[in-house]
């Protein structure tokens, strides 16, 4: 689902960055740097989302 989500998230992203350009309200680089931030921020919440419920497993198996 987590996979589902982010291209999903990406889609969409693409989608707001072509419309943005279609209407005039940026041009192509400003709208390629904005999806490649967004897209870039969505994946690094991923994994920092991912890994620390990895850690709270763990320590929670262990006995913490």
């Not at 390629?32 to 198996?61: G, K």
Request: hydrophobic share 45%; proline share 0%.
């Amino acid at each position: 689902s987590s996979g589902i989500h982010l291209a999903m998230t990406s889609a969409l992203s693409a989608a707001a960055s072509i419309a943005a350009v279609t209407r005039g309200e940026c041009d192509e680089k400003g709208a390629a740097a904005w999806f490649s931030q967004r897209v870039a921020v969505s994946y690094t919440r991923f994994v920092v989302t991912h890994r620390l419920t990895e850690i709270v497993r763990t320590h929670r198996s262990i006995g913490f």
